[in-house]
């Protein structure tokens, strides 16, 4: 009988020490109550990342476009004329748009890729493009003028026979309707500025 009554108060004593531990890992696991710095560090980061009415709009351009492309490469000579096309995707949940082009330019296979966004911290629009032609990265920033429907971007481009020249662009984008908008390209020379592309998109 004394082993019995023995061997209970070992199985009482040890149960009575694993809680005391489990409570004790508990506590020590147990997350700490964050501080007013750390709590405003995580609001800013919520407000910075979430998904606003600006991205919404931005979803219009999503889907398979037809181009209708005409390019004005020199003064007094006629525009050169080509079509393509571009498919453009919601990203990341909504907070971006990724087209890809594909088209010709000067009787040659022209490939391009572009992003699309709005920046909650500098409250700007955004483009960016890259394509087969070239080894760097355009960006733009820029506004919406929702009584035209028009998108205003600008920014500056590298100019490849003048190494370290920069040569100022304006980027136009109008919305026509729900099937078509138009995307204009405009540079800035010796203080003069000139459209020298653009191209007509339709909705697939």
């Known amino acids: 009988m004394r082993s019995y009554r023995w061997i209970a108060a070992l199985c009482v004593a040890a149960l009575c020490c694993f809680s005391v531990g489990v ?33 919404k709009q931005l979803q ?11 390019m004005w490469t020199e003064p007094g000579k006629p525009p050169e004329e080509s079509t393509g096309a571009t498919t453009q995707t ?11 082009h594909i088209g010709t330019f000067q009787g040659q296979p ?32 820029g506004s919406y003028d929702a009584a035209t429907k028009t998108y205003t971007y600008t920014g ?3 100019d490849f026979m003048k190494p370290g020249a920069k040569v100022p662009v304006r980027n136009v984008i ?16 010796e203080g003069k500025e000139a459209k020298t592309m653009q191209i007509e998109y339709s909705r697939q």
């Open 23 to 55: 409570v004790a890992q508990t506590d020590a696991t147990a997350e700490p109550e964050m501080s007013a710095e750390e709590k405003a560090m995580m609001e800013a980061w919520a407000k910075m990342s979430e998904v606003r009415a600006e991205h």
């Open 174 to 189: 109008r919305i026509v309707d729900d099937k078509n908008y138009v995307f204009e390209w405009y540079e800035t020379r």
């Open 60 to 70: 219009y351009f999503v889907g398979n476009w037809n181009e209708k492309m005409t």
């Open 110 to 141: 022209h490939h391009g890729r572009g992003l699309s966004g709005f920046d909650n911290l500098r409250g700007k629009f955004f483009v960016t493009w890259i394509d087969n032609m070239s080894t760097g990265i355009w960006i733009a920033y």
């Open 156 to 158: 500056d481009m590298d």
């Open 90 to 100: 919601s990203i990341f949940d909504g907070r971006y748009i990724d087209g890809g």
